[in-house]
Nanobody, 120 residues
């Protein structure tokens, strides 16, 4: 069974930093893109950042310049380094990946989410 487990969320003051991690486990044969989405209360889930297997990145305009996505393919892990955090960054952050599991087909998987709260 494929699982995506996030960590690193929490409470941080405006201007602070957080690093989120997401590790994929299970009987997998490959991971294509990996990404982070976020959902604030009352809002739709939106893409924050995404990275391909080769390292090509894509960022939402709202986070570009403050956030860096990276991945360690050997560890099946994706990271989101967030700096200069603002109150509007407060949301539940979800890990997302396209994965080929053994005896399956390429499918999209989601983590359970980790809360990020930016407040003084």
């Amino acid at each position: 069974q494929v699982k995506l487990v996030e960590s690193g969320g929490g409470l941080v003051q405006p201007g602070g930093s957080l690093r989120l991690s997401c590790t994929v486990s299970g009987n997998i044969l490959g991971i294509s893109y990996m990404g982070w989405y976020r959902q604030a209360p009352g809002d739709q889930r939106e893409l924050a950042a995404r990275i391909t297997q080769s390292g090509t990145t894509d960022y939402a305009d709202s986070v570009r310049g403050r956030v860096t996505i990276s991945r360690d393919n050997a560890k099946n892990t994706v990271y989101l380094q967030m700096n200069s955090l603002k109150s509007e960054d407060t949301a539940v952050y979800y890990c997302n990946a396209q994965i080929l599991a053994r005896e399956s087909v390429w499918k999209e998987y989601w983590g359970q989410g980790t809360q990020v709260t930016v407040s003084s």
